[in-house]
Nanobody, 123 residues
Framework: QVQLVESGGGLVQPGGSLRLSCAAS????????IGWFRQAPGKEREGVVC????????HYADSVKGRFTISRDTSKNTVYLQMNNLKPEDTAVYYC????????????????WGQGTLVTVSS
């Protein structure tokens, strides 16, 4: 059974940093394209960043370029999202996901989503 479990969300002041983690089980996470999505209150879910299985393709949403960084620790089967210079508009539930189908330049043969972790940016 494939599971993605996020952690690391919380309350942070504007300009602060957080690191989200996504621990994968039931799969080898670097065999698939994986990414982070977010959904703010009253808004549609949006893609934040994705990384292909090879790591060659990495795509960031324009709104987070230069502030967020995705990384993988294959030894821990974990994907991270380092978020710096956070803004109030970054407030959302963040989901780690391995969307099925064409994603980030590869074809995922599985579809899996985490339960989400809440990030609140507020003073």
């Amino acid at each position: 059974q494939v599971q993605l479990v996020e952690s690391g969300g919380g309350l942070v002041q504007p300009g602060g940093s957080l690191r989200l983690s996504c621990a994968a089980s039931g799969i080898t996470s670097d065999s698939y394209a994986i990414g982070w999505f977010r959904q703010a209150p009253g808004k549609e879910r949006e893609g934040v960043v994705c990384v292909s299985s090879s790591g060659i393709n990495v795509h960031y949403a324009d709104s987070v370029k230069g502030r967020f960084t995705i990384s993988r620790d294959t030894s821990k089967n974990t994907v991270y999202l380092q978020m710096n210079n956070l803004k109030p508009e970054d407030t959302a539930v963040y989901y780690c996901a391995l969307p099925g189908g064409n994603y980030c330049g590869v074809t995922n043969t599985l579809d899996a989503w985490g339960q989400g972790t809440l990030v609140t940016v507020s003073s």
